[in-house]
T-cell receptor
Framework: NAGVMQNPRHLVRRRGQEARLRCSPMKGHSHVYWYRQLPEEGLKFMVYLQKENIIDESGMPKERFSAEFPKEGPSILRIQQVVRGDSAAYFC???????????FGQGTRLTVV | TQLLEQSPQFLSIQEGENLTVYCNSSSVFSSLQWYRQEPGEGPVLLVTVVTGGEVKKLKRLTFQFGDARKDSSLHITAAQPGDTGLYLCAGARHTGNQFYFGTGTSLTVIP
């Protein structure tokens, strides 16, 4: 059952380090969305990518955060020089077409110490 | 800006009771999804509705999309402890590049 796969499930980083979060979409899906969820808060959109292209990054902080979805391999959300406020659950979702139903991975829980 | 508002935010009921969760907006959506999320896990898709007035049933769960495609409801009949979780609605818009999530309803079903 090739659902959306995210790794690692848990990631601990010290302040100032880099965090790399990986997402493999469902087979046949070329649309990837990244969301962030804080405790007691809803899912906040970060970025929407298609293969090799960033379509909408309006929800992603302009500094320290970047995302890519290369032709081969998983989508990567990269956070440089992490700070305590980056601690959250990061979820990836994929869809077969734009704005159709999206399927989520199990998330990566980032803790910055 | 929160496009989708869910109510109630928290709901605690006894096993066997019925409940309804609402998802409201002033915006029109091309489709609307309902998800359930358990602690430490990702949201799991329950249903997608696309047509105004559409009703879908999934065992004891009934989903309805408003005629104007601005709102939706989730009704659970004879709730069971296994229904406990965070219920999220999410909408897609023709001109958007994201799924807009509601504020969530945290349901607890007490045995």
């Amino acid at each position: 059952n090739a659902g959306v796969m995210q790794n690692p499930r848990h990631l601990v980083r010290r302040r100032g380090q880099e965090a790399r979060l990986r997402c493999s979409p469902m087979k046949g899906h070329s649309h990837v969305y990244w969301y962030r969820q804080l405790p007691e808060e809803g899912l906040k959109f970060m970025v929407y990518l298609q293969k090799e292209n960033i379509i909408d990054e309006s929800g992603m902080p302009k500094e320290r955060f970047s995302a890519e979805f290369p032709k081969e391999g998983p989508s990567i959300l990269r956070i440089q020089q992490v700070v305590r406020g980056d601690s959250a659950a990061y979820f990836c979702a994929s869809s077969g077409q734009a704005n159709t139903e999206a399927f989520f991975g199990q998330g990566t829980r980032l803790t910055v110490v | 800006t929160q496009l989708l508002e869910q109510s109630p935010q928290f709901l605690s009921i006894q096993e066997g009771e019925n409940l309804t969760v609402y998802c409201n907006s002033s915006s029109v959506f091309s489709s609307l999804q309902w998800y359930r999320q358990e602690p430490g896990e990702g949201p799991v898709l329950l249903v997608t509705v696309v047509t105004g007035g559409e009703v879908k049933k999934l065992k004891r769960l009934t989903f309805q999309f408003g005629d104007a495609r601005k709102d939706s409801s989730l009704h659970i009949t004879a709730a069971q402890p296994g229904d406990t979780g965070l219920y999220l609605c999410a909408g897609a818009r023709h001109t958007g590049n994201q799924f807009y999530f509601g504020t969530g309803t945290s349901l607890t079903v007490i045995p």
